[in-house]
């Protein structure tokens, strides 16, 4: 079993950035595909990014591209994810969720979830 938790959220200004980190219980993390997923009053989860294994895939959202970044340690079992240039259409409560299968299957459905941390852009 994994257990997921997420820090970093907080308030940040327009064009302002946040670094997000998801930290697992699990020493074998790098045995999980990893994704963050966010989900903004009154709409769904939709997803933002996700990691391959090893470090050496990653996979973005069309609205995260250029401005949202992830990544990952193996050896501190944690993952990031660093957003620039923030506008309030990025408040939401941001989830790091893990899998297993292949990375480039482009699912919503993930084994383990974190609690969520909020983000809260401003303008």
């Known amino acids: 079993q994994v257990q997921l938790i997420e820090t970093g959220g907080g308030l940040v200004q327009a064009g302002g950035s946040r670094r997000l980190s998801c930290v697992s219980s699990k020493p074998t993390f790098n045995n999980y595909i990893v994704a963050w997923f966010r989900e903004a009053p009154g709409k769904g989860r939709e997803f933002v990014a996700r990691?391959?294994?090893?470090?050496?895939?990653?996979s973005y959202a069309d609205s995260a591209k250029g401005r949202i970044t992830i990544s990952r340690d193996n050896v501190r079992n944690v993952v990031f994810l660093e957003m620039n240039n923030l506008s309030p259409e990025d408040t939401a409560v941001y989830y790091c969720?893990?899998?297993?299968?292949?990375?480039?299957?482009?699912?919503?459905?993930?084994?383990?979830w974190g609690q969520g941390t909020q983000v809260t852009v401003s303008s």
């Open positions: 969720a893990a899998r297993g299968g292949i990375f480039s299957t482009g699912t919503n459905t993930y084994d383990y």
């Open positions: 990691i391959s294994r090893d470090g050496g895939m990653t």
